[in-house]
């Protein structure tokens, strides 16, 4: 199974700045997704990014605010642009493996961004 | 428009009673179906998943799932609970013959009691 790991692990952020949250994955992967859970909620996906094709948003979220880059296979990187207090929350990245029944999403641990 | 419903915020069950989340899934087809848990600063891990086949899932931890199409349920059991357990725990809806944008429940936020 794919081991994933994110940084930083949280942040403390001030209104307005910008944050880059990386992404990286022990093996290579198509399909890498972002999503972000709101405090006291689930999860919603962002974007999903294949690497050499520009990111797919999901409807709320726009490429102005939450610019993702997806160099190579094992790497990505989703940056929360112009902070608010109301992008505080948990931004997971997760990678897709498999084929058919074997087919599984696995998660990284998250990163916690409080914006003050 | 797809969407999943977990009825039950917060549950809390002594340790070694049964347990049961409950999950309703609404979709136009019969899609894949997925139980996560989050524990604690830790990111989500897969219990289990239906794509089709039998409609009872076993999955890790000594989890299982029963699908039932005709209520558009797949709920989670456990026969006796591990104070390990407590976590928050995830319904989550694929759409058939892909696994790209898991549709999550608003999650069940699991107390164990010694």
């Known amino acids: 199974s794919a081991v994933i790991s994110q940084k930083p692990s949280r942040d403390i952020c001030q209104r307005g700045t910008s944050l880059t949250i990386q992404c990286q994955v022990d093996s290579q992967v198509t399909m890498m997704f972002w999503y972000r859970q709101q405090p006291g909620q689930s999860l919603t996906l962002i974007a999903t990014?294949?690497?050499?094709?520009?990111?797919?948003?999901e409807s709320g979220f726009v490429i102005d605010k939450f610019p993702i880059s997806r160099p190579n296979l094992t790497f990505s990187t989703l940056t929360v642009s112009n902070m608010s207090p109301e992008d505080s929350s948990i931004y997971l990245c997760s990678v897709e493996e498999g084929q058919g029944r074997d087919n599984e999403q696995f998660f990284g641990p998250g990163t916690r961004l409080t914006v003050l | 428009a797809q969407s999943v419903t977990q009825p039950d915020i917060h549950i809390t069950v002594s340790e070694g009673a049964s347990l049961e989340l409950r999950c309703n899934y609404s979709?136009?087809?019969?899609?894949?179906l997925f139980w996560y848990v989050q524990s604690p600063g830790q990111g989500l891990q897969l219990l289990l998943k239906?794509?089709?086949?039998?409609?009872l899932v076993q999955g890790i931890k000594g989890f299982e799932a029963e699908f039932k199409r005709s209520q558009s349920s797949f709920n989670l059991r456990k026969p006796s609970v591990h104070w390990s357990d407590a976590a928050e725990y995830f319904c989550?809806?694929?759409?058939?013959?892909?696994?790209?944008?898991?549709?999550f429940g608003a999650g069940t936020r699991l107390a164990v009691h010694p």
């Open positions: 239906y794509f089709s086949g039998d409609t």
């Open positions: 989550a809806v694929a759409p058939a013959g892909g696994y790209n944008k898991l549709i």
């Open positions: 990014a294949n690497q050499g094709s520009e990111a797919t948003y």
């Open positions: 979709y136009g087809a019969t899609p894949y």
